[in-house]
C-alpha cells in the first residue's frame, strides 16, 4: 500500500466515523457492532467501526521504525481533532539539542503541564499530538509544554528518562518568566508518554521544585510480568500484544533487568510521597490492569489519586478525538480533572 493509497483510505474511514457519530446510538450500534470485554462494558460503536478498519489494514509493527512512523503520521493526520487557535503557541530550544512546543489557549494560565507523548518510545512527536495538547491547554486551563524526546531503537532506555529530566529542568527555570508559579507545574502524558512521567515523578521525589501533579493516560507501567487484560486483548488492533513486543524490543536493549523502577515504575519500592496522580484506563486496553494496579497502588500508600475508568475506549483514545465524541469526552474529562486536583492543590 503506497502513502498516497493509505491517507485515501484513512480519509474514507474518517467521513465515515464522522457521519456515524451523527446517527443515533441504537442505529450505530446495530452498524458497528460493537463488542463486550469481559467485564461487561460495550465499546463505543464510533470506536467499534474504527477498529474493524484498522483490523483490515496494515500493521505498522511489520515494518522498520522509519516507515511505521510515516504510517502512524498519516493515522494521526486523518484523526486529530482540529482545534480553535490558542493565545500562543512558540517552539522552544532546550539543551541538548532537545525541542519543546508551549501552548497556551487564554491570556492567562493556571499552571503548565509538562508532556510526554504516546507511541511506545518508538513513534510520535509533538507534531503528530499537536490536537491532543492543545485540547488539553484549553480544557485544563494549564499551559502545555510537549517535549520532543528521543526515540528508539536509535535511543534506546534510559534516554527517553534522561530527556525528561532536561525538560523538567527548562520548566522549573522557565516557568517564573511565563508567569506561571514552578510549584504549579504537573507532569504527564499518555502511553508510554505517561510511563516517562511516572518515572519522572518518582526521580524527582526530595528534589526542592516537585511535580504538583501526575497526569497520566493508559500508562505502561509493569515491563516485568503479565497481566489479565494483556490476555483478554491481545489482539486490539489499538494495541496487540504483537505491537506490545515490537515496541519492547525496539527500547530495551538487551540484558536490562524489566524491572528496573526506571522501566517499570510499578516495581519502585516505595510510592509514598509522590505528586497526587489523575490516572485514566480504558476498558478494552490491554495495558488497563498495569495502568489499574499502580493506581490502586499509590493510592494504598497514601497518594492522593483519582482513577477515571474509561470503560468504552480502547488504547490510545487520546488521538481519537475528531472522529469519536466518547473519546473526546474523555480526553475533555481527563484535562478538567487536572484542573480540579490543581486547583484543589493551590487553594490548599
Same mark, same amino acid.
Given at each position: 500500500?503506497?502513502?498516497?493509497?493509505?491517507?485515501?483510505?484513512?480519509?474514507?474511514?474518517?467521513?465515515?466515523?464522522?457521519?456515524?457519530?451523527?446517527?443515533?446510538?441504537?442505529?450505530?450500534?446495530?452498524?458497528?457492532?460493537?463488542?463486550?470485554?469481559?467485564?461487561?462494558?460495550?465499546?463505543?460503536?464510533?470506536?467499534?467501526?474504527?477498529?474493524?478498519?484498522?483490523?483490515?489494514?496494515?500493521?505498522?509493527?511489520?515494518?522498520?521504525?522509519?516507515?511505521?512512523?510515516?504510517?502512524?503520521?498519516?493515522?494521526?493526520?486523518?484523526?486529530?481533532?482540529?482545534?480553535?487557535?490558542?493565545?500562543?503557541?512558540?517552539?522552544?530550544?532546550?539543551?541538548? =539539542?532537545?525541542?519543546?512546543?508551549?501552548?497556551?489557549?487564554?491570556?492567562?494560565?493556571?499552571?503548565?503541564?509538562?508532556?510526554?507523548? =504516546?507511541?511506545?518510545?518508538?513513534?510520535?512527536?509533538?507534531?503528530?499530538?499537536?490536537?491532543?495538547?492543545?485540547?488539553?491547554?484549553?480544557?485544563?486551563?494549564?499551559?502545555?509544554?510537549?517535549?520532543?524526546?528521543?526515540?528508539?531503537?536509535?535511543?534506546?532506555?534510559?534516554?527517553?528518562?534522561?530527556?525528561?529530566?532536561?525538560?523538567?529542568?527548562?520548566?522549573?527555570?522557565?516557568?517564573? =518568566?511565563?508567569?506561571?508559579?514552578?510549584?504549579?507545574?504537573?507532569?504527564?502524558?499518555?502511553?508510554? =508518554?505517561?510511563?516517562?512521567?511516572?518515572?519522572?515523578?518518582?526521580?524527582?521525589?526530595?528534589?526542592?521544585?516537585?511535580?504538583?501533579?501526575?497526569?497520566?493516560?493508559?500508562?505502561?507501567?509493569?515491563?516485568?510480568?503479565?497481566?489479565?487484560?494483556?490476555?483478554?486483548?491481545?489482539?486490539?488492533?489499538?494495541?496487540?500484544?504483537?505491537?506490545?513486543?515490537?515496541?519492547?524490543?525496539?527500547?530495551?536493549?538487551?540484558?536490562?533487568?524489566?524491572?528496573?523502577?526506571?522501566?517499570?515504575?510499578?516495581?519502585?519500592?516505595?510510592?509514598?510521597?509522590?505528586?497526587?496522580?489523575?490516572?485514566?484506563?480504558?476498558?478494552?486496553?490491554?495495558?488497563?490492569?498495569?495502568?489499574?494496579?499502580?493506581?490502586?497502588?499509590?493510592?494504598?500508600?497514601?497518594?492522593?489519586?483519582?482513577?477515571?475508568?474509561?470503560?468504552?475506549?480502547?488504547?490510545?483514545?487520546?488521538?481519537?478525538?475528531?472522529?469519536?465524541?466518547?473519546?473526546?469526552?474523555?480526553?475533555?474529562?481527563?484535562?478538567?480533572?487536572?484542573?480540579?486536583?490543581?486547583?484543589?492543590?493551590?487553594?490548599?
Amino acid at each position: 500500500m503506497t502513502a498516497h493509497e493509505l491517507t485515501t483510505s484513512q480519509k474514507l474511514i474518517r467521513s465515515l466515523a464522522i457521519l456515524l457519530g451523527k446517527t443515533p446510538p441504537a442505529l450505530l450500534n446495530l452498524v458497528a457492532g460493537a463488542p463486550t470485554n469481559r467485564a461487561g462494558a460495550r465499546m463505543a460503536p464510533e470506536i467499534a467501526l474504527l477498529m474493524t478498519a484498522t483490523a483490515a489494514g496494515p500493521d505498522y509493527s511489520d515494518h522498520d521504525p522509519a516507515r511505521a512512523r510515516a504510517m502512524t503520521d498519516a493515522d494521526t493526520a486523518t484523526f486529530a481533532e482540529k482545534c480553535p487557535p490558542l493565545h500562543l503557541v512558540e517552539e522552544l530550544e532546550l539543551s541538548g =539539542g532537545l525541542t519543546a512546543t508551549r501552548y497556551r489557549a487564554s491570556a492567562t494560565s493556571t499552571g503548565l503541564l509538562v508532556y510526554f507523548h =504516546g507511541g511506545g518510545f518508538v513513534l510520535g512527536s509533538r507534531a503528530s499530538y499537536d490536537a491532543p495538547a492543545r485540547l488539553l491547554a484549553i480544557h485544563s486551563g494549564l499551559d502545555v509544554l510537549s517535549v520532543e524526546y528521543r526515540l528508539a531503537p536509535e535511543h534506546p532506555f534510559p534516554a527517553p528518562i534522561e530527556d525528561a529530566l532536561v525538560a523538567w529542568d527548562f520548566a522549573v527555570e522557565r516557568a517564573p =518568566g511565563w508567569d506561571i508559579d514552578p510549584t504549579c507545574i504537573a507532569v504527564g502524558g499518555d502511553s508510554a =508518554g505517561a510511563n516517562i512521567a511516572t518515572v519522572l515523578a518518582q526521580q524527582l521525589r526530595g528534589r526542592a521544585v516537585r511535580p504538583a501533579v501526575q497526569a497520566l493516560l493508559y500508562p505502561a507501567t509493569d515491563f516485568s510480568t503479565s497481566y489479565e487484560s494483556h490476555t483478554e486483548f491481545a489482539d486490539s488492533p489499538a494495541l496487540s500484544a504483537k505491537q506490545i513486543a515490537w515496541f519492547r524490543d525496539n527500547y530495551i536493549p538487551a540484558g536490562i533487568d524489566r524491572a528496573d523502577p526506571r522501566l517499570s515504575p510499578m516495581r519502585a519500592d516505595d510510592l509514598s510521597g509522590l505528586p497526587p496522580a489523575v490516572i485514566a484506563v480504558a476498558g478494552f486496553d490491554p495495558l488497563r490492569d498495569e495502568a489499574t494496579a499502580y493506581a490502586n497502588r499509590l493510592a494504598d500508600e497514601g497518594v492522593p489519586t483519582r482513577l477515571l475508568r474509561e470503560e468504552r475506549l480502547v488504547h490510545g483514545y487520546v488521538s481519537f478525538t475528531a472522529i469519536s465524541p466518547t473519546s473526546r469526552e474523555a480526553t475533555v474529562r481527563f484535562a478538567e480533572t487536572i484542573a480540579d486536583v490543581m486547583e484543589a492543590i493551590q487553594v490548599g
